[in-house]
C-alpha cells in the first residue's frame, strides 16, 4: 500500500525549470488522506461490487486499497445501499483497517446522502442530478426568478448534508458531468465548459453560505478537450473569485484497453503538467484494479510520485550491442519491485553517459559481449554480458538500495 508523505515545498521560480508548480489549494480530508494542500496528488477508483453485497464490497475495496488505491468510492442509489455501508465500514475497521470511503449519490439523493454521510469520508454528489427539473419543449427563457426558485430547493435539500459533513469534519466532492448537466444550465450555457463550471460554482457558494469548505471540485468529460477546458476555466474562475479548491481529475468513460489508457493520460496529465489537480481517477472499462498502476504511471512520468523504478532506455538502432529489448524486460524483472530509483539500459556508448546522467545505474552496451556498469555518471565495472544484470543487482546490494522482492 502506497502511503502519502507530507506536504512538499512548492517549486521556486528558479527551479521551476525542472518541476511542476502545482496550484496552491487548500487541505481538504478524506478519511486519513488529504487533497490538495500540497500533499501528493491522490490515486483514487471505484469498486464495481453492488453496495448491497457487503462481503463482496469490502473484498473489492481491499483489493484495491491493497496495491495502491489511496481513495475508494462506493455507489449508494438507495437508502438500503446507505445503510449497508455501516456494515463495510465496520468490517473493514475489524478485520482489514480503515480505508478513506466516498459515497457515491445520485438522482434526488438527500435523505440517502444524509444516512450515508455517517459511515463514509466523504460524500460526491452531482449538481445535475441533486435536484429534477423537468424540460419544457416550448420554453424560451430562464428567468432570474427560476433561477432563484431553483437555487432555493437545492439549498433546502443540501443543508442537513452540509450540516452533518461539517459537523464531523468529513469532505463533499461537488461531481460535475459534462454529460449530465441541469437543465437551466444546458438552456442558459449550452452544452459547453461554461455550463459545467456555472454548475459547479452554484453549488460552491451555497456551501459557502453555510461555511463548509471542505470541497474538492471535479469536472469530468468523455472528451478530453472538454475535460481539459473545463478545468482550466474552472481555476481561472475560482483565482478571481479567491477560491482555493483542490481539484479531482478525470475522463469519464474513456473505454478500455491502449486507447482508454491514451485518453486519460492525454487528458488527467496535460493538466498535471500545468499544476492543476490534486487527487485523479483513471476510469477503464475493465476491472478496477488495472486503474492503479496508469494512475502512478501518469504521476511518476510527470515527478509527482515515485512509487516505482524509473526506466530510462534508447530506441534500438545499428549501433545497439546487445538485444536492448529483451535486456530490459530482464532487468525489469529483476528491480521492478524497488521504489524510487532511476535505471538506465543503453545499448551503445553513444547513449550512454550522456543520455543517462540523471540515472541512479546505468546497465550500457559500451564493447561487443560486456556489458558496462554505472553509478550516476561513473563506470564501476565492466562484466560478461550474461553477467550483466546479476552484476547490476550486486551494484545495488552494495549501495544498500536493495530490498528483496
Known sequence: MQTLSPPVPTPTPETAEVGIVRRKTRPVPVGSIT????????VQSMINEDTLDVAGAVAGIRRLHEIGCEI???????????????EIRETLERTYQPVPLVADVHHNGMKIALEVSKYVDNVRINPGLYVFEKPKADRTEYTQAEFDEIGEKIRETLEPLVISLRDQNKSMRIG???GSLAERMLFTYGDTPEGMVESALEFI????????YNLEISLKASRVPVMIAANRLMVKRMDALGMDYPLHLGVTEAGDGEYGRIKSTAGIGTLLAEGIGDTIRVSLTEAPEKEIPVCYGILQALGLRRTMVEYVAC??????LFNLEEVLQKVRAATSHLTGLNIAVMGCIVNGPGEMADA?????GKQPGFISLYRGRDEVTKVPEDQ?????IDLIKSDDRWVDP
Open 35 to 42: 487533497i490538495g494542500g500540497g500533499y501528493p496528488v491522490a
Open 72 to 86: 475508494v468510492r462506493v455507489t449508494v442509489p438507495s437508502m438500503a445501499h446507505a445503510k449497508a455501508m455501516a
Open 176 to 178: 460535475v458531468n459534462h
Open 205 to 212: 457558494r451555497l456551501c459557502e453560505d453555510m461555511n463548509f
Open 315 to 320: 530506441p534500438s538502432c545499428g549501433r545497439t
Open 360 to 364: 541512479d545505474y546505468g546497465y550500457v
Open 388 to 392: 550483466g544484470v546479476s552484476a547490476l
